[in-house]
């Protein structure tokens, strides 16, 4: 491809090899979209991604703009925000550089990015996807309380990226509600769930240990502190159920005491890779889904797709009229539990006794996994977002 003006920018902090789902699935879009017309990524480096790709013979015709990355998920919110200002200056260096005609931009990070993006688009007559994996301030300040000027100026400043947007991807009919109840934006919402990872080389076929597994972010908005709390007391009134854990985040240190306490039930394996991970969700009967209420609202958990895959039935920690309940609910995937230490610990009782009912749940899955595969998200992205610069 000549140089000039790049077709399409793909703009998201998280990429491959470290990100497998979402960096895999954006991967494999710039790589098909690069036979038309000139791409160019714009991500955060975490693992010299420029010999990745040599190593791996990928990313053919791409162009990427790598800037270093200064922090991860079990940062602490300042250096986060830090963090997310530098990839910010530097996103406005690669478009001024690049000057795409149209750009994919997510909410990682959020605010901030998008809304150079627009601000590049209305200066260089571009347009742009919104894709909306989180609606922030909202769900930063279920986490950590905003301070309320600050949170107007970000609410607006987003509102106004979604106004002006081409259009927008969201992940629920709930967020997609909001999302247009916050912003009045008139641009076309569409509903694109996240892909699952690679289950290719995952045993799903084999019996199931009776027990729970969690493989994602102990983060803030997972609801770990509950979760031990309830292990603990199941576990001291005699509960034998084993329980494993895998992934980083601010509670990792949590787990692992929890862990160092309940040595015979309860195993911590830390970071681990995306194949271990899938494999530990197959290999248990349940899979642990803590999610905070209110952030529901404006996120939906990146860990159920995967989940889907690995035949265990979801076990979800929130409230009954949560998106998440809902979802779990309606394709028969498990139970919702309400967020209650003393409830969650009597169903881990009621497991350990076989006293859960598991005829009206969907074991077979096809129909959901189907929808959840890289394919389907890449062809999304190709009739949205390629379709705008290729005729």
């Known amino acids: 491809m000549g140089k000039g003006r790049a077709d399409i920018a793909i703009i ?3 990429f491959w090899p470290i990100y497998p789902v979402i960096g895999e699935a954006l991967l494999r879009f710039a790589e098909g979209a690069a036979r038309q017309c000139r791409v160019c990524v714009i991500m955060q480096d975490h693992a010299d991604i420029c010999a990745k790709l040599k190593e791996h013979d990928r990313g053919q015709g791409v162009e990427f703009h790598p800037g270093k990355a200064w922090s991860s998920s079990g940062s602490s919110i300042l250096a986060r925000i830090l ?3 530098f990839f910010m200056v530097w996103v406005g260096l690669c478009l001024l550089k690049t000057r795409p005609r149209h750009v994919y931009v997510s909410t990682d990070p959020p605010v901030l990015v998008p809304f150079i993006v627009m ?16 609606i922030h301030p909202e769900a930063t300040n279920v986490v950590m309380p905003v301070n309320r000027v600050l949170f107007r100026i970000l609410r607006w400043m987003d509102g106004a990226v979604m106004r002006r947007a081409a259009q927008l991807l969201t992940l629920t009919e709930e967020m997609k509600a909001e999302i247009q109840s916050r912003s009045g934006t008139r ?12 289950f290719d080389d995952v045993n799903t076929s084999h019996t199931k240990t009776p027990g729970f597994s969690f493989c994602g972010n102990a983060g803030r908005l997972q609801r770990i502190p509950l979760v031990i709390a309830s292990i603990e007391q199941y576990l001291q009134g005699g509960g034998t159920l084993p329980f494993t854990f895998a992934g980083g985040g601010v509670f990792s240190p949590d787990l692992e005491g929890l862990a160092a306490r309940f ?3 309860v195993t911590y394996h830390g970071l681990v890779s995306p194949a271990a991970a899938a494999q530990l969700n197959a290999d248990y009967q349940w899979a642990l889904l803590p999610i ?3 952030v529901t609202r404006f996120a939906f958990p990146s860990k159920t797709s995967s989940y889907v895959f690995s035949g ?9 009229a949560t998106s998440v309940a809902q979802w779990v609910q309606d394709y028969r995937l498990g139970c919702v539990v309400a967020p209650d230490a003393a409830a969650l610990a009597e169903f881990f009782r009621r497991v350990e006794n076989a006293e ?6 969907d074991m077979d899955r096809t129909a959901l996994k189907a929808a959840l595969g890289f394919n389907v998200f890449v062809e999304h992205l190709n009739e949205r977002v390629l379709s705008r610069v290729v005729s």
């Open 12 to 14: 998201n902090r998280s």
């Open 83 to 85: 963090d997310a200002v």
């Open 119 to 134: 601000l590049y688009a209305r200066l260089f007559g571009a347009s742009y996807t919104y894709h909306l994996q989180d």
């Open 187 to 198: 641009a076309p919402i569409h509903l694109l769930s996240n892909p699952a990872v690679s």
């Open 263 to 265: 040595p015979d039930q």
């Open 292 to 294: 905070e209420d209110e």
């Open 312 to 320: 265990a039935l979801i076990l979800a920690v929130c409230g009954e």
């Open 356 to 361: 859960v009912d598991a005829a009206g749940f």
